[in-house]
């Protein structure tokens, strides 16, 4: 019995994974070219100013984004860092997570056209109306922390990697290999969430708690909340939501609460933006994701008529088109592929030094080597590798992501600046001993 539940389980989160991998894929490749399109400079160039305006893009930034909540957290500490105010950076830090080019293209998939437009416009809400509030109620300066100053544009070429590699080259390693590494465990465990759920919990069981109604989107809130998971894997659990009996509403009160709410997104707000931000941040979160369910289910029962059918999935029709067996192979491989991909990265750069040495290069003036604690994905590492290389002195920062460590060069650079640069986007920094792991 045991063996057929976990055959049956294994079964229905393929078929979930083969009816998310077309349009995942294409998530993907459009992440891929909006990460060469839109830069983290160019988004803080934006940022700047007191006013509606930077508010406005800050949201819009963030909705296309594919930035999990892990991932935005130094992002929006470096836009910050930056010259954003308190306000654009907040309305950022809410609009991000919630969505993502990736992630919409799996609520079509799974949910329908319905929840595909609606959770990006809620996002996009979301961001202006928590900027406003910090606007309105945070007035302590308009910029970034008096305390805090703006770090100098790095001119080094260092700083112009991205150009060294054609940009269809740079769009498609992002795209297929960046991406999918940084969120592939959690869109798996997320898929395996959803097939235990259509296989262990009878269609409809639920609707008694979740089906509809003020109460059951609070309740889906609470789940969301300490579930650390990023936008596009937390689709398949709403999904999964949907089948045991939750309402519209309040599958999308999960999909906002989930990605935009965890321990460590709060206290970094805390940290950077003040405690009167921090719990702004929070009375935004809850005010929409509750309007915005209620919102949803009222639409539905209104015009039920005309609404298609919401969370019906391909595995539930009698037929299964072998494109639907390809499509997750196909997913499965390049998610394969991506940390491969990775850890000969990682082994590479480890032979890097004995190259060096055989090769007879000089060392570097300056070398220090720095162990950095809460980088979660590609984008945490690049947003560290990027504050390290605009420190006086620097020639070259490199971050190993796996290893938890950045390799910093260059001539007569301040230590204490480098730690306190990491240390402003939320992470731990200290300087690496011999012997440690």
């Not at 100013?49 to 470096?78: D, M, N, Q, Y």
């Not at 921090?278 to 935004?284: D, G, H, M, N």
């Not at 592929?337 to 590479?348: D, E, F, P, T």
């Amino acid at each position: 019995m045991m063996i057929d539940k976990l055959a049956e389980i294994a079964w229905e989160s393929w078929l979930v994974l083969g009816q998310m991998g077309p349009y995942l894929l294409f998530g993907f490749l459009m992440a891929g070219l909006l990460s060469v399109c839109i830069s983290p400079q160019w988004v803080e160039r934006h940022l700047g100013h007191r006013g509606f305006g930077p508010v406005l893009k800050a949201s819009l930034f963030g909705v296309p984004l594919p930035l999990c909540s892990c991932s935005v957290i130094p992002v929006s500490a470096s836009i910050h860092r930056h010259g954003a105010s308190r306000a654009a950076t907040s309305a950022f830090l809410l609009s991000t997570p919630q969505t993502g080019v990736d992630s919409i293209a799996v609520t079509y998939a799974l949910l329908g056209w319905v929840f595909a437009v609606f959770r990006p416009v809620v996002a996009l809400l979301t961001g202006l109306f928590g900027g406003y509030l910090v606007q309105l109620f945070d007035r302590k300066d308009g910029t970034a922390d008096s305390d805090q100053p703006k770090a100098a544009a790095c001119t080094e070429a260092c700083c112009e990697r991205a150009g060294t590699r054609n940009l269809v080259v740079r769009a498609l390693l992002y795209g297929l290999v960046t991406l999918p590494r940084d969120i592939g465990v959690a869109l798996l465990v997320g898929v395996l969430i959803a097939g235990a759920m259509a296989v262990l919990v009878p269609e409809g069981r639920l609707a008694a708690y979740i089906g509809g109604g003020i109460g059951s989107i609070l309740l889906m809130m609470a789940a969301g909340v300490p579930v650390y998971v990023c936008a596009t894997a937390s689709v398949p659990i709403a999904a999964g939501a949907m089948h045991m009996g939750a309402s519209p509403g309040a599958a999308l009160a999960f999909l906002i609460a989930g990605p935009a709410t965890n321990a460590a997104t709060f206290t970094t707000i805390w940290k950077l933006l003040g405690r009167r931000t921090a719990a702004l941040y929070l009375i935004t979160v809850a005010a929409s994701a509750i309007a915005a369910g209620l919102l949803l289910d009222w639409m539905i029962t209104t015009v039920q008529a005309k609404v298609p059918q919401l969370g019906s999935h391909v595995h539930e029709a009698p037929g299964v088109e072998w494109m639907t067996h390809a499509a997750a192979v196909t997913l499965l491989a390049v998610v394969a592929y991506s940390y491969a991909a990775g850890w000969w990265q990682r082994a590479k750069s480890h032979s890097a030094p004995q190259e060096a040495a055989d090769a007879e290069t000089p060392p570097p003036a300056e070398r220090v080597e720095l162990s950095v604690r809460g980088m979660t994905c590609g984008h945490c590492a690049e947003t560290v590798r990027r504050a390290l290389a605009e420190c006086g002195g620097v020639r070259s920062a490199e971050v190993d992501l796996a290893g938890g460590r950045a390799v910093v060069t260059g001539d007569r650079f301040d230590t204490q600046q480098l730690l306190a640069a990491v240390g402003s986007l939320g992470y731990v920094a200290s300087l690496h001993k011999e012997g440690t792991p």
